[in-house]
């Protein structure tokens, strides 16, 4: 009985109830800011710059699952970084078209014609349905939603600053993606479970001034002749402490000069074939004592081919979740041609093949990174990868001069 109100209205009650009032400026500011945010919330437009690209995309997510669906039996899903370089679509087109599942990921950086990688991810990549992400693999939260998002089983590292002469524009660059960006993938891939198998571009710039020839896995590699090589170099340590520390499987295969289709403008046999359709001089380097400079140049098919047995061939990682379990798969392999050619007989056959002759200097070698002559040893690569190279410099000229025209063909008056 206690509990009923003596007057209509009040309750009697030995319960003590805080009467509490918001001070009126108070009540008029949270309905002022209440108003705001719903104003905000609802008429402002979509914002056109996402703080981190991707990470807000509702459309990428989905783009990423159905890139990385794989129709092989072996169950493959590939990371690819580096997918609209040169190397990297290709490679990652090949995947795609064998059943793995892939997703590239790449910056577009501008050290060449970015154009041009944007050619490469629609004829190579949009066409064959592989996703690219287009970020940094310096950026670790997009790292970590697309490793949240796909459980990889590999790791194909193609990202990098490539070039030998650059490395001396602009040697910061090499140190971001080489160094910084290789640990900060191989720090996210460690801690993963299970954690993928890595394979990644090394380097033969690697042997720098080593003159035992034809260079073998074995061979000393502490003689760079470029920051680019010693970045390389760099790297196969990082990789071997990471395979040593967390049992990650890890390989490195050092590409000889690869060329081709879809190529890269600021190797030689691209640019001079530019130059000497423009008419233009181009410098055909020798070394001291009019010695022959030559490379081991490996066309771009070939190098796939050993790119994806590597795949087919490493073990899995022993690691989960940053703990090694026990010991792991650790490889560094050639992949070159055999057959080092001349720089004179390269030009001579892009003369035959453009029908022109170029108009040529020959100057000593600058003290600029580059190296006087690679040539690869790939008996390592014939019996870990079942690796035969198969395509010889005037074949392989003839399919890139081929592209060349047929891609720069009809854009005669632009500036490429
Ligand atoms: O195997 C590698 O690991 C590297 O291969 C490639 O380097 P390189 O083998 O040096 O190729 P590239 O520059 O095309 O010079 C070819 C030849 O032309 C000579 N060369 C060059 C320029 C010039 O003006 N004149 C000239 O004679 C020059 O002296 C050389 O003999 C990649 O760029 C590099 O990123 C890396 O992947």
């Not at 319960?15 to 001070?23: D, E, G, V």
């Not at 190529?263 to 181009?282: N, S, V």
């Amino acid at each position: 009985m206690n509990d009923i109100p003596s007057t209509p209205g009040k309750f009697k009650s030995t319960l003590y109830t805080p009467r509490f009032r918001f001070p009126r400026v108070t009540l008029y500011t949270l309905l002022f800011l209440t108003f705001v945010f719903f104003i905000h919330f609802f008429l402002s437009p979509p914002s056109t710059t996402a703080p981190r690209r991707g990470l807000r995309d509702s459309g990428w997510d989905n783009q990423v699952k159905g890139s990385a669906k794989t129709r092989s039996r072996d169950n493959h899903v590939v990371l690819v970084t580096g997918a609209c370089g040169f190397v990297g679509a290709h490679a990652a087109a090949s995947l795609k078209k064998r059943g793995d599942g892939v997703v590239g990921i790449d910056n577009f950086n501008n050290y060449y014609d970015v154009r041009l990688k944007k050619m490469r991810k629609l004829h190579l990549l949009d066409k064959n349905g592989v996703f690219v992400i287009d970020a940094d693999i310096n950026d670790v939260p997009i790292l970590k939603k697309v490793f949240g998002l796909v459980r990889f089983t590999h790791v194909l590292h193609l990202a990098a600053q490539a070039g030998v002469r650059y490395a001396m524009v602009n040697p910061d660059s090499y140190i971001k993606s080489n160094i910084d960006g290789f640990v900060n993938l191989l720090e996210i891939v460690k801690s993963l479970n299970p954690q993928p198998a890595v394979v990644w571009a090394s380097s033969s710039s690697v042997y720098g001034l080593n003159t035992k020839v034809p260079f073998s896995e074995k061979d000393r590699t502490d003689q760079p002749a470029s920051l680019y090589a010693a970045t390389k170099k760099a790297g196969e340590e990082i990789a071997h402490t990471y395979n040593h520390i967390y049992g990650l499987s890890i390989t490195g295969l050092r590409f000889f000069t690869v060329y081709g289709p879809w190529g890269r403008p600021d190797m030689a046999y691209f640019f001079f074939t530019k130059d000497i359709l423009k008419r233009r001089t181009i410098s055909i380097f020798e070394g001291p004592e009019h010695a022959t400079v030559a490379r081991d140049f490996t066309y771009i098919d070939d190098i796939v081919k050993g790119c994806l047995s590597a795949i087919d061939t490493a073990k899995k990682s022993t690691g989960s979740g940053g703990k090694k379990k026990g010991e792991a798969q650790f490889r560094i392999i050639n992949l070159g041609n055999t057959s080092p050619v001349s720089v004179n007989k390269l030009v001579s056959i892009l003369e035959k093949l453009l029908k022109v002759k170029a108009k040529k200097k020959v100057v000593l070698m600058p003290r600029n990174g580059d190296v006087p002559f690679t040539h690869a040893n790939i008996s390592l690569a014939r019996k870990e990868l079942g690796y035969r190279p198969t395509t010889d410099l005037e074949t392989g000229l003839k399919k890139f001069v081929k592209w060349y025209l047929d891609y720069y063909g009809g854009k005669k008056k632009s500036s490429y």
